[in-house]
């Protein structure tokens, strides 16, 4: 796979994504993938598996056989697409190392649920902003991974790139053409949507540019997910008439998230403005629930959600493994511009 990649002049994941048949890749790029593949001769090989009785067991593998995730919040509400994603990436693999995974949600205040007092739970890993002193006493004789941008000192961490996602975003609109970029964003009080932002800003700065933003101030303490449809529209329409009769003029926008994307398509066309041709567009996310009805499609970033939750569970294992690895690791796993409609 890394030969095709190299000969093809793309990465390991759109090479996947093209085996696969999973996400999206343009016509260009997976006739060049495909024709790398039949020059090289590769053929991708399922790994079969040994048979139970065969197996022999491992001095390193983990004293018990369950992987604990805890929900901490509703997060994952706001982007099931991806968050489903993650967890097949975790799922994944645990059971490459003969893992399972059980998970919980826990909001603060809440009594230790009897799952997570099992005496076969291996690891922890914690999804959402922040754990409560209580959750985190009772869990301190276990491993933990944080699996989310979180409030929380120290601690280990794998995370998505978010801020390298707004520098690719600044990059794709450079090359592009565009003088006058703007960032629009529905919810500013997002940890991830405020890095990307501030990736964003410094992708330009570097360049010497700078952009205008545009946020909203009315759903800042609302979460996006829990916002009716009619009221997401009301707030992108608002976004779009500030942008719109600024001084900035904008040629170019980066959006955060897939989400606000299609939205923002709509509210445009309702103005007579032709998205990828008056106004280019770049988004966050790669999922394709929300930009296969958008044309142009525009070009987005895949955060590579599944390679997370993969990674997180390797490094969770990590740790199990070997508790003095080190009191903190954080883990960012880069982004990957897919191109829409060009």
């Given at each position: 796979m890394?030969?095709?990649?190299?000969?093809?002049?793309?990465?390991?994941?759109?090479?996947?994504?093209?085996?696969n048949r999973?996400?999206?890749?343009?016509?260009?790029?997976?006739?060049?993938?495909?024709r790398?593949?039949?020059?090289?001769g590769?053929?991708?090989?399922?790994?079969?598996?040994?048979?139970?009785?065969?197996?022999?067991?491992?001095?390193?593998?983990p004293p018990?056989?369950m992987?604990?995730?805890?929900?901490?919040?509703d997060?994952?509400?706001?982007?099931?697409?991806?968050?489903?994603s993650?967890l097949?990436?975790v799922?994944?693999?645990?059971?490459?190392?003969?893992?399972?995974?059980?998970?919980?949600?826990?909001h603060?205040?809440?009594?230790?649920?009897?799952?997570?007092?099992?005496?076969?739970?291996?690891?922890?890993?914690?999804?959402?902003?922040s754990?409560?002193?209580?959750?985190?006493?009772a869990?301190?004789?276990?491993?933990?991974?944080?699996?989310?941008s979180?409030?929380?000192?120290?601690?280990?961490?794998?995370?998505?790139?978010?801020?390298?996602?707004?520098?690719?975003?600044?990059?794709?609109?450079?090359?592009?053409?565009?003088?006058?970029?703007?960032?629009?964003?529905?919810?500013?009080d997002?940890?991830?949507?405020?890095?990307?932002?501030?990736?964003?800003?410094?992708?330009?700065?570097?360049?010497?540019?700078?952009?205008?933003?545009?946020?909203?101030?009315?759903?800042?303490?609302?979460?996006?997910?829990?916002?009716?449809?009619?009221?997401?529209f009301?707030?992108?329409?608002?976004?779009?008439?500030?942008?719109?009769?600024?001084?900035?003029?904008t040629?170019?926008?980066?959006?955060?998230?897939?989400?606000?994307?299609?939205?923002?398509?709509?509210?445009?066309?309702?103005?007579?403005?032709?998205?990828?041709?008056?106004i280019?567009?770049?988004?966050?996310?790669?999922?394709?629930?929300?930009?296969?009805?958008?044309?142009?499609r525009?070009?987005?970033?895949?955060?590579?959600?599944?390679?997370t939750?993969?990674l997180?569970?390797?490094?969770l294992?990590?740790?199990?493994?070997?508790?003095?690895?080190?009191?903190?690791?954080?883990?960012?796993?880069?982004?990957?511009l897919?191109?829409?409609?060009?």
């Open positions: 890394t030969e095709v990649a190299r000969r093809a002049g793309v990465s390991q994941a759109t090479v996947s994504r093209v085996v999973n996400g999206y890749v343009s016509d260009e790029v997976a006739e060049s993938v495909t790398a593949i039949e020059e090289l590769y053929q991708p090989v399922a790994r079969r598996s040994t048979p139970e009785k065969e197996k022999a067991p491992s001095p390193t593998s018990g056989n992987i604990a995730l805890v929900m901490l919040d997060s994952m509400d706001a982007n099931p697409t991806l968050a489903l993650k097949r990436g799922e994944a693999a645990a059971a490459n190392e003969g893992l399972t995974v059980s998970i919980t949600r826990m603060g205040g809440d009594p230790l649920p009897l799952t997570l007092q099992r005496k076969d739970i291996v690891g922890i890993l914690l999804w959402g902003r754990a409560d002193s209580a959750l985190k006493r869990l301190s004789h276990l491993p933990t991974m944080w699996l989310s979180h409030a929380e000192d120290g601690g280990q961490v794998v995370l998505v790139g978010n801020e390298q996602a707004g520098r690719i975003a600044a990059d794709y609109l450079i090359q592009h053409g565009v003088t006058r970029p703007a960032f629009l964003c529905l919810s500013p997002r940890p991830a949507f405020a890095q990307r932002g501030n990736g964003f800003r410094f992708g330009l700065h570097v360049a010497g540019m700078e952009s205008a933003t545009f946020v909203s101030t009315e759903s800042g303490s609302v979460p996006l997910d829990s916002l009716s449809r009619s009221e997401k009301r707030i992108v329409a608002t976004l779009v008439d500030q942008m719109l009769t600024s001084e900035h003029s040629d170019g926008i980066f959006i955060p998230d897939d989400q606000i994307t299609c939205l923002v398509y709509a509210e445009l066309r309702k103005r007579a403005i032709e998205p990828g041709k008056d280019l567009i770049v988004s966050c996310g790669n999922e394709d629930a929300y930009l296969h009805g958008l044309h142009p525009p070009a987005t970033i895949d955060l590579a959600p599944e390679a939750g993969r997180a569970v390797e490094q294992l990590r740790l199990v493994r070997n508790p003095v690895a080190g009191k903190r690791a954080s883990v960012v796993v880069t982004p990957e897919v191109l829409g409609d060009e």
